[in-house]
C-alpha cells in the first residue's frame, strides 16, 4: 500500500507543478486535428488533429461574421468515435492481451489496461488536454486549459467549439477533448504489453504518469497542434499561424490517426521497458504459450471494430475523409490478416489463429497514419506488406533485438507504425492515386499539389518517426530508471512464479 501511495504522490507532485505554473498569456489556440493532406498554403500538407479555440480574427470582416454552429450530425459522429474507442481499449486490448498471457497472469492485464486507462482519462483532464492542444511553443502546449478551464463561454452561454479541417465547420470542444482522451489513454495502455507479468502494479502506474506526461502530451502537441482553419484568414497572417503550431506539424508530416503519437510511441517506450525490466523468469527455457486464443480473438475482433472509430473519427467531420479513412482501414486490415497468414503458412507450414489476430492488429497499425492521405489502393498495399512486416517483427527483428518484450507491442506496433507512417508519404500521390491536397486557408479552396514530391514527404515522415523514437526512447529510459530507484519496477522471483493475479491482486481469473 505504501508503494502504490508513493506512485500516487509521484502524479500529485507533477499536477502541483502544472497548476502552479505561469498561465499563457496569448490567445487560446485554435484547434488541430488528425488530418487530411491539407495544410496552410504557407507550409506543406500535414496530418493532425485539431483542438480547440478559436484565434483572434484576422479583419474587420472576419469578425463581424456570424460564429458557425456545430453540425449535429458532425457532433454525433465524433461522440460515438469517442464510444468506439473506449471500446477499442476497455474491453478489446484488455481481452487481446488477456488471451496472450499465461492463465495466472490474465487479471493483473486487465486491471493494467483498464486502471491505466483511467488513469490517463483522469490526468488528461487535468492537464494533459491542455499541453497537447493550446498554444505553447515547438514542443508543448500551455496551461489555458488546465482542469478544462475556458471550456464554457460565459459571455454566449454555451460552450466553446473547436475548429475541423474545414473552414466555419466547427465541432464543441468538449466533444473534441473526450476524443482525443481516448487517444492518450489507449497509448499508454499499448506500453502495458511490452513488461506484462513481472512489473509492479503500481510501478506501471508510475510509470504511466510520469510517460504521459512527458512524452505522449509533447509529442501529440508536435505533431497535431495547429492553429485551425478560420485562423488563416488572409496571406498577411498565414507565416504566423503556421510559427504558432507544433515543430513536426510545422515540417508538414503526415499523420492522420496517430502513427507516430499512438504506434512509435508506445512501441518505443515498450521496448525500452523490456531491456529495463528484463526477460521473464524461465523465458526461453519454459513455456509461456497463450492461455486463450478465444479472447485473443475476441479481442482483436473488438480492436477492428472500434478502430473505425479512431481512424475515421479522426476526420472531426462525418465527410467523404471520414469514408476514405473508413473504407481504408477496413480494406488494408482485411489484407493484413490474409498475408500474415501466407507468411506463417509459408514459414512454419501452417497458419494460425494467433497470426491471423495479429495480421489484423498489424494492418490497423500501419493504416493509422494513412488512413485518410491514401487512396484505397495505396491503403491495399500497406495493409498487404504489414502483415508481412509484422511476422518479420515478431521472429526474426525479435531475435535480434534479444529483449522479451512480452506481446511483441514493438514487433508489430512500432515496425507496422513506422511502415505505415513512411509508406504515407508515397501513398498520398497523387499519380498512386492518393488525395495528394494541399488547402489554401485563404480561400477556403483545396487544390491537388502539382509538383507532389514522394521522396521530399518521405524525408519529412522519416524525420518524424526519428523524432518520436529519439523523444520517446529518452523520456522512457529516465521515467522507468526514477520508477525503479523509488518504487521498485520488479515483482520478486516467487511471485512472478506464483502468477500476479494472486500476488498483485489476491484474486484469480479462473479459480485455484
Not at 482519462?121 to 491542455?130: A, C, M, N, P, T
Amino acid at each position: 500500500m505504501k508503494k502504490l501511495l508513493v506512485s500516487l504522490a509521484l502524479g500529485l507532485g507533477l499536477l502541483t507543478a502544472a497548476t502552479f505554473a505561469p498561465a499563457q498569456t496569448a490567445a487560446p489556440a485554435a484547434v488541430a486535428s488528425e488530418a487530411k493532406a491539407e495544410a496552410p498554403a504557407a507550409a506543406p500538407a500535414a496530418a493532425a488533429p485539431a483542438a480547440a479555440a478559436s484565434a483572434p480574427a484576422a479583419d474587420a470582416s472576419a469578425a463581424a461574421a456570424p460564429a458557425p454552429v456545430p453540425n449535429k450530425g458532425d457532433t454525433a459522429w465524433m461522440m460515438v468515435s469517442t464510444l468506439l474507442v473506449i471500446l477499442m481499449t476497455v474491453p478489446g486490448l484488455a481481452l487481446f492481451y488477456g488471451g496472450l498471457v499465461r492463465s495466472k497472469n490474465m487479471l493483473s492485464v486487465l486491471m493494467q489496461v483498464m486502471v491505466t486507462f483511467s488513469l490517463i482519462v483522469v490526468l488528461w483532464f487535468i492537464y494533459g488536454y491542455s499541453l497537447a492542444f493550446t498554444e505553447g511553443n515547438a514542443y508543448v502546449g500551455g496551461f489555458d486549459r488546465l482542469f478544462m478551464k475556458g471550456i464554457w463561454d460565459n459571455v454566449a452561454g454555451t460552450f466553446v467549439n473547436a475548429a475541423t479541417f474545414s473552414k466555419g465547420v466547427v465541432i464543441p470542444e468538449i466533444v473534441f477533448a473526450a476524443f482525443q482522451a481516448t487517444f492518450a489513454g489507449i497509448t499508454c495502455c499499448l506500453i502495458v504489453g511490452s513488461f506484462a507479468e513481472r512489473i509492479k502494479f503500481s510501478a506501471a502506474l508510475a510509470f504511466m504518469v510520469l510517460w504521459f506526461t512527458f512524452s505522449y502530451a509533447p509529442i501529440a502537441h508536435m505533431v497535431w497542434f495547429w492553429m485551425g482553419p478560420d485562423a488563416y484568414a488572409s496571406k498577411e497572417v498565414a507565416d504566423a499561424m503556421t510559427a504558432k503550431a507544433g515543430m513536426v506539424w510545422q515540417w508538414g508530416a503526415l499523420d492522420f490517426a496517430g502513427g507516430t503519437v499512438v504506434h512509435i510511441n508506445a512501441a518505443v517506450a515498450g521496448l525500452v521497458g523490456a531491456y529495463f525490466i528484463g526477460k521473464r523468469v524461465g523465458y526461453g527455457k519454459e513455456s509461456m504459450a497463450p492461455h486463450s486464443l478465444t479472447l485473443t480473438m475476441v479481442g482483436a475482433s473488438l480492436l477492428w471494430v472500434g478502430w473505425f472509430g479512431f481512424n475515421a473519427g479522426s476526420a472531426l467531420e462525418a465527410n467523404g475523409f471520414a469514408a476514405l479513412a473508413f473504407i481504408n482501414t477496413f480494406g488494408a486490415t482485411a489484407a493484413a490478416v490474409l498475408t500474415w497468414s501466407i507468411g506463417e503458412a509459408l514459414h512454419k507450414g501452417k497458419a494460425s489463429m494467433l497470426g491471423a489476430a495479429s495480421g489484423a492488429v498489424a494492418g490497423l497499425v500501419a493504416i493509422t497514419p494513412a488512413a485518410g492521405n491514401v487512396g484505397i489502393g495505396g491503403a491495399l498495399i500497406i495493409g498487404l506488406l504489414s502483415g508481412f512486416a509484422g511476422l518479420w517483427g515478431v521472429t526474426g527483428l525479435k531475435k535480434l533485438l534479444g529483449a522479451d518484450d512480452t506481446l511483441d507491442v514493438f514487433g508489430v506496433h512500432g515496425v507496422c507504425g513506422i511502415l505505415g507512417a513512411i509508406l504515407t508519404g508515397v501513398f498520398n500521390s497523387p499519380a498512386l492515386g492518393g488525395p495528394g491536397y494541399v488547402a489554401d486557408w485563404v480561400t477556403a479552396t483545396m487544390v491537388t499539389s502539382a509538383d507532389y514530391s514522394i521522396s521530399a514527404q518521405v524525408w519529412i515522415q522519416t524525420k518524424a518517426v526519428l523524432t518520436t523514437v529519439v523523444w520517446s526512447g529518452v523520456v522512457s529510459f529516465i521515467a522507468y530508471f526514477i520508477v525503479d530507484k523509488t518504487i521498485g519496477l520488479r515483482v520478486s522471483e516467487e511471485d512472478e512464479r506464483e502468477g500476479l493475479d494472486i500476488t498483485s491482486h489476491g484474486e484469480s481469473a479462473y479459480g485455484r
